[in-house]
């Protein structure tokens, strides 16, 4: 009879506990969780696994490393239905847990963040995935809480778990999800850990996500960051880590979350063109439109649309245009930008379009309001001088003067920011005969950049030092060209020319006999060998080397035969 007794006892306490952890909301709150299948991008499955829904929009949880190396990947809910998952809203390999979200519908259940983190020894519930009509919990105390950032917990239970319930809810007595279960050290640990469902809650794509290696490792579209701002940043940076065609995935999906977002239609466009026919910049017409259909700032818009059409006929050469794209459509369209808004940046746009026109004096004008402007600049100067360059009768001194202006906005020690603009000033001044001025801004080029010159430099300052019989400076100059391009001929020839006028004949001759070796044909190098060979009184050798020349067509050694060689 006791025997009797002590059975009855432990079937009565069995079910108190069963009672226990199965509370009312157990039956509902099941249906929010869900099995999960990853497949790679051979289509064949990867891992499965838990995660269950923390909204009724199908955002949901479940563990980083179910996911990682995934191309896609399905849910099947407690009904057994298949749903597809749509995109990482965010992740963390170190705490092992994604976000997502999949495919919604009127039936989703989600469970309740819990608003206060669990205490030490309050009982907790892990509910299971399960497709079971009736739903059991297991049941654990909290015996750890540790704070892992603002309103994020990480738990430790005395609880046993077991693969097959990783990222299965842990949930408080009132039916709210405190956390997700994750994998223990070993498969006889007697506690167990979960990541707070609020840090899950938390996980979102931003613009710096791109980079970001542990969502890198999903194959699965990402989402797109919760405002504008930074999304397009997020598109920038995509822009040149993304192929053309998962870039232009990106872009579509930008457009439907941001459906009024000039920038997003003339980032599309700006892709389409880069197909380079006419099925896809028919796409890009439509979008510049559209562009300008939804656009809250008209002259923005515009500038950016004309910079587009303006790169495009650039890039053309000598191909056909779509359409009416041309650079007289640019520069209408940015006129109408600078009457809508009458910004420094779309005349400097006026401008360029025009010098690419060759309607110089009118780009000249453009650029010389851009000058008188807050955006002037060294740059703004150099088109300004560029384009006066151009003008046909400019006294070639304003240009100078313009090249002034580029170089009084750097200060010393220049830079390699610097360089171009005195290499520019010494090309105009050499072509003005200021060769001792070239010289200068030359030798500050020169310093500007390091010394990182190539021969092709070294030739063309030794050319203005030989103008202003700078001879010493002039053979170092050219010593230095032919030490950096040994099998340029004509490297060597100006060689021999520049110790020649300074009476070094056996230098001359030794530089000039290279040239001939290098090339055989070179009919200036007999030439000027000759005449230096006259001045070493060696009038026969000079007069066949004046022989070889002329064969070689050299159309200047007439006058020196004429001369020595009677």
Not at 499 to 511: C, I, K
């Amino acid at each position: 009879m006791k025997k009797v007794l002590l059975i009855l006892v432990c079937c009565i306490l069995s079910q108190l506990s069963y009672a226990q952890v199965t509370p009312k909301w157990a039956d509902k709150a099941k249906k929010a969780v869900f099995s999960i299948v990853t497949y790679d991008k051979d289509n064949k499955i990867k891992n499965t696994g838990n995660g269950f829904y923390i909204n009724e929009n199908g955002m949901a949880l479940s563990d980083y490393s179910l996911f990682e190396g995934a191309d896609r990947a399905v849910i099947i809910n407690a009904d057994s239905k298949e749903l597809p998952v749509l995109r990482i809203q965010g992740g963390n390999s170190m705490y092992d847990v994604v976000k997502f979200n999949t495919e919604a519908d009127k039936k989703t259940v989600a469970l309740k963040p819990a608003t206060l983190p669990a205490a030490v020894g309050e009982t907790v519930y892990l509910l299971p995935y399960s497709t079971q009509k009736a739903a059991s919990c297991q049941t654990g105390k909290v015996t750890k809480v540790d704070t892992i950032g603002s309103n994020a917990y990480y738990y430790t239970l005395d609880m046993a778990t077991s693969e097959k319930t990783v990222s299965c809810p842990i949930m408080n007595a009132n039916g709210e999800v405190l956390g997700l279960i994750q994998k223990n050290a070993s498969d006889d640990a007697k506690e167990s850990y979960a990541i707070g469902a609020t840090y899950g809650a938390s996980l979102s794509i931003t613009a710096l996500s791109m980079n970001d290696m542990s969502l890198n490792r999903i194959g699965i579209k990402k989402a797109l960051p919760d405002t504008e701002d930074q999304a397009l940043v997020y598109l920038f940076m995509a822009s040149s880590q993304q192929s053309r065609e998962d870039y232009a995935t990106t872009l579509n999906d930008f457009l439907e979350q941001y459906p009024n977002s000039a920038d997003g239609y003339i980032r599309r466009a700006t892709t389409y063109m880069e197909y380079r026919d006419d099925e896809h910049n028919a796409l890009a017409e439509a979008d510049l439109k559209k562009a300008m259909n939804v656009t809250s700032a008209k002259g923005e818009t515009q500038y950016n649309i004309a910079k587009l059409i303006y790169s495009y006929v650039v890039s053309l050469g000598d191909q056909k245009p779509y359409g009416d794209w041309s650079y007289d459509k640019a520069l209408s369209t940015i006129r109408e930008a600078i009457k809508a808004d009458n910004q420094p940046v779309y005349t400097q746009l006026e401008g360029d379009i025009l010098f690419a026109m060759r309607q110089y004096p009118e780009a000249y004008a453009a650029y010389e309001k851009v000058n008188q402007s807050s955006i002037a600049s060294a740059a703004t100067f150099y088109s300004a001088a560029k384009t006066k360059q151009l003008i046909e009768g400019t006294d070639m001194n304003e240009v100078v003067a313009l090249m002034d202006s580029a170089v009084a906005y750097f200060t010393k020690p220049y830079t390699s920011e610097a360089a171009p603009y005195f290499y520019e000033r010494a090309e105009v001044k050499a072509q003005m005969g200021k060769y001792r001025e070239a010289v200068v801004d030359y030798d500050a080029f020169y310093d500007a950049i390091g010394g990182r010159v190539t021969a092709a430099f070294f030739l063309q300052r030794e050319q203005a030092e030989v103008q202003c019989k700078m001879y010493q400076q002039a053979i170092n100059d050219i010593n230095k060209a032919v030490e950096m391009a040994p099998e340029d001929v004509e490297m060597w020839v100006e060689k021999g020319s520049v110790h020649l006028r300074v009476g070094q004949h056996n230098e001359a001759v030794e530089a000039l006999n290279k040239a001939i070796s290098l090339d055989p044909k070179n009919g200036a190098a007999y030439r000027m060998l000759g005449y230096c060979q006259v001045q070493m009184k060696k009038n026969k050798e000079a007069c066949a080397n004046f022989a070889k020349a002329k064969e070689l067509g050299d159309e200047v050694v007439d006058g020196l035969i004429q001369k020595y060689c009677k």
